[in-house]
């Protein structure tokens, strides 16, 4: 019955001019069966798409497929990464004046860290966990760059940044660099992770800086992350808590939600 209904339904099948309910003349040949095969092969891939959308419209299979689509993604874009492939910086004149840029946040402005008392909370994979003061932090070799910050949301601005790179905090710490993952806790509750290899790029910023200036308690005072090769919501703000591990319990706020763990720029 299947073959018959595909059969009726290939423009290559009508040619033939049989009936659905006669058996093809032409299929009496070993040569025609192989043709008929290649052809029903064609018209089935064609058909493929279509059948994974139909898919979509069984409520039961929406969530798992979508999260398979975004687990290759991620795992797809893992493997084009390049450690060594700089995001792109840009001159004075085209950064976005401090006052313009935006102010994003997933629960409040200022969730009133400390800066006094403040430190970063460190452990996992490392030689020295314990606690680090911003001034170890920057004590850390300075490096300045004007890079991209993109939002999910839809927007983007071009800002300057300063800081040490996360790579040498983690030769401060003793990492264990062939660890999978760096995590970080948030004073806003909020959570994200990283591949090694994003936080060994010397892209990726410990940010205490902003045109100059320390962090304003509104873009993550006293200390951020800055990840120009990475969609904004990686860069969390009001870092407390830093880990170095192989096992994710979770991969981030937005990521536990059904957004991308990877998403590269």
């Known amino acids: 019955m299947l073959a018959c209904v595909v059969a009726c339904n290939f423009p290559n099948a009508r040619e033939s001019q049989w009936s659905c309910t006669d058996r093809p003349q032409f299929m009496d040949s070993k040569v025609d069966k192989k043709r008929f095969k ?38 797809a874009s893992s493997l084009l990464f ?9 001159a004075a004149a085209a950064v976005t004046p401090f ?45 300045t760059q004007n890079t991209r910050h993109v939002c999910v949301e839809g927007w983007d601005v071009i800002g300057n940044f300063s800081g ?24 806003d509750e909020y959570y994200e992770s990283l591949d090694m290899a994003t936080a060994l790029h010397p ?17 993550g005072a006293p200390l951020r992350l800055t990840i120009p090769t990475k969609i904004g919501y990686k860069q969390a703000k009001y870092l407390t808590q830093l880990k170095v591990t192989n096992v994710l319990e979770k991969i981030g706020y937005w990521e536990d939600q059904g957004y991308s763990g990877f998403y590269g720029l």
């Open 38 to 75: 290649r052809v029903s092969r064609r018209e089935l891939l064609k058909l493929t798409p279509v059948v994974a959308l139909g898919a979509f419209a069984i409520p039961k299979l929406q969530v798992p497929l979508l999260r398979a689509g975004l687990g290759f993604s991620d795992w």
């Open 82 to 90: 390049r450690g060594g492939h700089l995001a792109p910086t840009f």
């Open 99 to 143: 006052e313009q840029f935006p102010i994003n946040d997933y629960d409040v402005d200022d969730p009133e860290v400390d800066l006094e008392h403040w430190s970063l909370s460190v452990g996992g994979q490392v030689q020295r966990a314990g606690n680090y003061t911003l001034a170890q932090v920057q004590a850390l070799p300075k490096y």
């Open 164 to 187: 040490a790179r996360l790579s040498d905090f983690l030769k401060l710490i003793g990492a264990d660099t062939s660890s999978r993952f760096v995590t970080v806790q948030c004073a």
């Open 203 to 219: 892209q990726t910023l410990l940010c205490y800086e902003m045109y100059g200036h320390p962090l304003t308690r509104e873009h």
